[in-house]
């Protein structure tokens, strides 16, 4: 059984012996999450894999808020703030700002990508590189304007 996987089901279980409703909750909409993934697959997933998951899950926490606050629905906003806070806890931390510009600098120097049609030659390492540690929006906007400079 993968590390992360492990906590999960340990953190359910002090959730369940504190009361601590909201974490439980949380907690086993993740675990469910990932044993569904693990059905469908018909395997048991790595940390790597469970991280994918949580990455899921935490886009769709942000794009929940984002519809309740347009939808003037503050508690419910609120509810998912929390589990996104909660499953965040999960998470790898993330590559500041200056990690991420020198881990670009360095392939796109590798891949020797001059323009932005080389844009998929830079990804794709990128991504392996940096897996879920960087926002790869944010990534793939740098990319972009580094290589139309």
Not at 93 to 106: F, G, K, N, W, Y
């Amino acid at each position: 059984m993968s590390e992360l996987k492990q906590r999960l089901q340990d953190d359910m279980k002090a959730a369940m012996r504190a009361k601590d409703k909201a974490r439980l909750t949380t907690v086993r909409l993740v675990l469910a999450a990932v044993k569904q993934v693990e059905i469908d697959g018909q395997s048991t997933l790595d940390d790597d894999k469970v991280t994918v998951i949580l990455n899921k899950l935490v886009k769709q926490r942000k794009d929940a808020i984002t519809q309740y606050q347009n939808a003037e629905r503050p508690e419910l906003a609120e509810k998912e703030q929390a589990e996104l806070a909660i499953i965040q806890e999960y998470l790898p931390a993330m590559l500041s700002e200056s990690e991420v510009d020198q881990t670009i600098e360095r392939v796109i120097a590798a891949t020797g990508a001059t323009e932005p049609k080389d844009m998929g030659k830079v990804m794709g390492p990128l991504k392996a590189e940096l897996g879920s540690r960087a926002d790869f929006s944010k990534v793939s906007q740098k990319v972009k304007a580094r290589l139309s400079a």
